[in-house]
């Protein structure tokens, strides 16, 4: 099933090195998740040094 | 020399019009199947009244000129600019016959905030409105965040003929990701339906577990995740985000505000494999760069006031607003009075300046964009290094945007010029609403808010705003989502064209 759903991901977007075409999604969601928590690190820091 | 329009061009705008209000006809196909599911039998005789108006208006513009007529530059500025406020004034029936609104003008407004994913709104009763009008509202804000013309390319409705990527450049997509149009425009609908079927789970989820029952549960859910990807802002309860008191509901918003804020072709870079491109992209590392220091602010701003005491409050009232007006998003989970009297004058002046900033070109987000912001940062970098520098020296930089490009004139123009242009709208906003009577803080938040397409609201946007305001608005919201080009280019044309048929009747 993972290598029809990755064959139709290269057909039409071209060539994908990820075993799996969700891999971008859940790299994106990972990437936000770090950057909300280094914002919200931030603020708290900013408002406890202020 | 101004170049007017001849009566062939006016027959291509309005066949390619034409065909864009049929499709905002068929569009309503969905309220109805909704309204016909509910047994709301009004609002479907609403939907039905406004499909006819939508495709009878269409068929006659689209009859004025063959099919197939390929479009120009011009023609496609012009076509896109007719086509939101064509959009706005169709999609405005059924929302004008629904009993939610005052009158016509109030409706125009919910749909031209709607489509261009401002969250701006003037319906009355909410809490009590049809399911079918919700769908509506919430599926403009699909519509528009898509683009009305990424969206009828995408179905490829009449939309065949050479003038598709005029179109699509015209809208502010002005980057291709794919070789073929066409194919562009339903990648971006391909990465919004994952996006949307996640966030309609994850949402759904948080609703049952915040008591809801499992209609509404997946209802809300779907909504708040179309308004929070498309960074629209409307939601089904006249509280908005502040109806749920769930910090899970907000964590998955602001996860979702975030994927919409960002470029599509970072999405495609990133979704076909190229991980780096993420962090070497200078929109990136602005946009990055600009929502840590609005935060910053925030955070000293609210200790400062000392209304909000906890961390917890500190990050559901600060943080999420932030991202909320960075995002082009607005929501929010305060009631408007409160940004002016419990935010305290830093951090209402962060979050303006973080929604006068807004988020990534070819994205959902408004505003001057991250992109712009790192370039005209970077001229001024090179400016100081050029004054520094010998005058025989040559000192030149490039930017990553992609692929790496190099800093010329032509660019850091364009970016300046657009940095003003949505810079002069903020503040003519301001002006118009405090010369209304209102304070000229709230004026000028209002004002960055409808031309930025965030939303956010002091609670000047009310049905009983004067109506010289809500007119102001609605043309905010319409330029500020076109980026003025295409709207400059129709005030250009029509003035041309008025000089030339005046100079016809003197000779």
């Not at chain 2, 009158?103 to 401002?118: E, K, N, Q, R, V």
């Not at chain 2, 500190?314 to 935010?343: C, E, M």
């Not at chain 2, 001229?379 to 190099?406: C, E, N």
Request: positive net charge.
């Amino acid at each position: 099933m993972a290598s029809e759903g990755r064959a139709r991901v290269e057909m039409r977007y071209g060539s994908n090195p990820y075993r799996y075409w969700w891999t971008g999604l859940l790299l994106e969601l990972v990437t936000f998740a770090i950057f909300v928590g280094a914002v919200i690190g931030l603020t708290l820091l900013a408002a406890w040094l202020s | 020399m101004w170049v007017g329009l001849h009566r062939r061009d006016l027959e291509v705008i309005a066949y390619y019009t034409g065909v864009l209000v049929v499709g905002i006809g068929l569009a309503m196909g969905i309220p109805l199947i909704t309204a016909l599911a509910a047994r709301e039998w009004d609002p479907a005789l609403d939907y039905l009244a406004g499909m006819g108006v939508a495709c009878a208006i269409g068929v006659f513009m689209a009859g004025a000129a063959p099919r197939g007529g390929t479009l120009n530059r011009a023609q496609a500025l012009i076509v896109t600019a007719l086509a939101w406020v064509s959009a706005a004034l169709v999609a405005a029936v059924p929302l004008a016959l629904s009993g939610h609104y005052a009158g016509y003008l109030d409706a125009l407004f919910d749909a031209m905030s709607g489509l261009t994913t401002s969250g701006l709104t003037l319906v009355q009763d909410l809490d009590h409105m049809a399911v079918s009008h919700n769908m509506w509202r919430h599926l403009m804000h699909l519509i528009g965040g898509q683009g009305i013309v990424v969206t009828a390319l995408s179905i490829a409705i009449g939309m065949r003929g050479g003038g598709a990527i005029s179109l699509y450049t015209a809208e502010g997509r002005d980057e291709k990701i794919l070789p073929n149009v066409l194919h562009t425009a339903r990648f971006i609908w391909f990465v919004s339906a994952v996006y949307v079927a996640v966030g309609t789970v994850a949402l759904t989820i948080a609703n049952l577990f915040g008591g809801l029952g499992v209609g509404r549960a997946i209802l809300h859910g779907f909504w708040a995740t179309i308004a929070c990807y498309d960074t629209g802002g409307f939601g089904p309860q006249s509280l908005n985000a502040l109806y749920y008191h769930s910090w899970v509901f907000e964590a998955v918003t602001v996860m979702l505000m975030l994927a919409g804020t960002v470029n599509f072709n970072l999405h495609a870079d990133i979704w076909r494999g190229d991980r780096t491109e993420l962090v070497r992209n200078i929109e990136a590392r602005a946009l990055a760069f600009n929502i840590a220091m609005m935060s910053i602010a925030v955070g000293i701003g609210l200790a400062s006031v000392r209304v909000f005491g906890s961390a917890g409050e500190l990050i559901r009232k600060g943080v999420y607003h932030v991202l909320s007006a960075n995002s082009g998003t607005g929501h929010q989970t305060l009631y408007p009075a409160q940004w002016t009297q419990d935010f305290g004058g830093m951090a209402v002046a962060a979050i303006m300046l973080a929604m006068a900033f807004g988020g990534m070109v070819s994205s959902t987000a408004g505003g001057i964009k991250a992109l712009r912001l790192g370039l005209v940062a970077k001229g001024v970098v090179l400016r100081i290094r050029q004054s520094l520098a010998p005058q025989s020296a040559v000192i030149a930089d490039k930017f990553h945007h992609l692929v790496d490009q190099p800093l010329t004139a032509d660019v850091l123009a364009n970016s300046l010029m657009l940095f003003t242009l949505y810079m002069v709208t903020y503040i003519t906003g301001g002006m118009v609403g405090a010369a209304y009577g209102y304070p000229i803080g709230d004026a000028l938040f209002e004002s960055i808010s409808a031309t930025a397409n965030v939303g956010l609201s002091t609670g000047i946007t009310t049905p009983g705003m004067p109506v010289g305001l809500k007119l102001m608005y609605i043309l905010q919201m319409w330029a500020g989502r076109l980026e003025f080009i295409a709207l400059l280019a129709l005030i250009a044309s029509a003035i041309a064209g008025l000089r030339s048929a005046r100079r016809r009747r003197r000779r």
